[in-house]
């Protein structure tokens, strides 16, 4: 188990750019979440998959984010024509469904995306 | 909107009090609750997960769960300077994402 990895660590952009973030969940979890943090609040959901299937997005969550997991494995965030309030931090996080309880969710590092 | 409410704080304990951190939430058929801490900086770790009404104890964590009232605590034991973070309440319902509180802040000092 090496646990949730994030790449980049930090992303620094000008407005206007496309981003991409990507995640690596644990290998055996086949959920697969990703979330927004900015200072100073908790984590805002933003979609999750099961497999390669996304079976659930914010209603908050504009159209120029896209998240896609083909393989059910490793999973991309995409963030296109970048405004300067998308400066967050975007956790990823992974677990394995267990039925009718919830499992917890692990989180990755982060990526941390500065907009300029 | 499902809603998980959290006291922002500062919460400021001393070495060796009870810290109480407190969260209610809005959707009745919320069925997992969880308690996590985050360090500034770092990313939030799991500390105690409770499903059923009650007390849970591990450590020097207790959660506990009324349901009927919508409300989930955390008590800490013994609080040691190295407890000192923001600790973040999150619920959600079988097979739909993990809402979380905007989290606590508690400071113990020593």
């Known amino acids: 188990d090496t646990g949730v990895s994030q790449n980049p660590r930090h992303k620094i952009t000008k407005r206007g750019q496309n981003v991409t973030f990507r995640c690596d969940p644990i290998?055996?979890?086949?959920?697969l979440y990703w979330y927004r943090q900015t200072l100073g609040q908790g984590p805002e959901f933003l979609t999750y998959?099961?497999?390669?299937?996304?079976?659930?997005k914010s209603r908050l969550l504009s159209d120029r984010f896209s998240a896609e997991r083909p393989k059910g494995s490793f999973s991309t965030l995409e963030i296109q024509r970048t405004e300067q309030g998308d400066s967050a931090m975007y956790l990823c996080?992974?677990?394995?469904?267990?039925?009718?309880?919830?499992?917890?969710?692990?989180f990755g590092n982060g990526t941390r995306l500065t907009v300029t | 909107q499902k809603e998980v409410e959290q006291n922002s704080g500062p919460l400021s304990v001393p070495e060796g009090a009870i810290a109480s951190l407190n969260c209610t939430y809005s959707?009745?058929?919320?069925?997992?609750f969880f308690w996590y801490r985050q360090y500034s900086g770092k990313s939030p770790e799991l500390i105690m997960s409770?499903?059923?009404?009650g007390d849970k104890e591990d450590g020097r964590f207790t959660a506990q769960l009324n349901k009927a009232s919508q409300y989930v605590s955390l008590l800490i034991r013994d609080s040691q300077p190295s407890d000192s973070a923001t600790y973040l309440c999150?619920?959600?319902?079988?097979?739909?994402?993990?809402?979380f509180g905007k989290g606590t802040t508690l400071s113990v000092s020593s």
């Open positions: 998959f099961q497999n390669e299937a996304q079976l659930e």
């Open positions: 996080a992974s677990s394995l469904a267990l039925g009718a309880e919830g499992s917890p969710l692990h």
């Open positions: 409770i499903y059923s009404n």
């Open positions: 290998s055996e979890h086949n959920r």
């Open positions: 999150a619920v959600n319902q079988a097979g739909t994402a993990l809402i």
């Open positions: 959707d009745r058929g919320s069925q997992s």
